[in-house]
């Protein structure tokens, strides 16, 4: 089972950036992809972004142009780049891990709230 661990949430005001980051206890150069999903307030969880191990990104409609996903294979790490928030960006942010396509783990998730 890997062990994945966010950081970087916090409250922010609408216009502002925040940087969330994933630590993963497995080395994520060998994983089919890893990505970030969304909860918000009575909504089901959600696609965010997602990077294979071949570095192809894909994105949510509703972030696309301001949200950006990278990966540190060096580092176990994949970072979520998070601009031009807006209130409807808050969420709980959950790191995703597919070792192989359908075997999935998860964060605990963490908290981002934007202020309007």
């Known amino acids: 089972q890997v062990q994945l661990v966010e950081s970087g949430g916090g409250l922010v005001q609408a216009g502002g950036s925040l940087r969330l980051s994933c630590t993963s206890s497995?080395?994520?150069?060998?994983?089919?992809?890893m990505g970030w999903y969304r909860q918000g307030p009575g909504k089901q969880r959600e696609f965010v972004a997602d990077?294979?191990?071949?570095?192809?990104?894909n994105y949510a409609d509703s972030v696309k142009g301001r949200f950006t996903i990278s990966r540190d294979n060096a580092k176990n790490t994949v970072s979520l780049q998070m601009n031009g928030l807006k209130p409807e960006d808050t969420a709980v942010y959950y790191c995703?891990?597919?070792?192989?396509?359908?075997?999935?783990?998860w964060g605990q998730g963490t908290q981002v709230t934007v202020s309007s």
């Open positions: 497995g080395t994520i150069s060998s994983f089919h992809s």
């Open positions: 995703n891990s597919q070792l192989v396509p359908g075997l999935r783990s």
């Open positions: 990077i294979s191990k071949y570095g192809i990104t």
